[in-house]
């Protein structure tokens, strides 16, 4: 239970940190998601603060997303 909790706060800081960039029309986001061990998190959905622009991670736990 507490792993998901550790990982729902690094997705939420994540969230948060891409939330800035989304405010800018034709920019493109990126990252990475990983856990407390510092392995990536595949299948996670990130989402840009303040849209309903979304995206999911892939098998390394990386993500892009183009804002319009």
Do not use: F
Request: charged share 15%; net charge positive.
């Amino acid at each position: 239970m507490r792993q998901i909790y550790q990982r729902l706060l690094i997705v939420c800081c994540m969230m948060l940190s891409v939330a800035a960039l989304a405010q800018q029309p034709g920019r493109t986001i990126t990252g990475n998601v990983k856990d407390e061990k510092n392995q990536p998190l595949p299948g996670v959905s990130v989402l840009i603060a303040g849209t309903n622009t979304g995206v999911m991670t892939d098998v390394n736990g990386n993500y892009s997303q183009s804002k319009r």
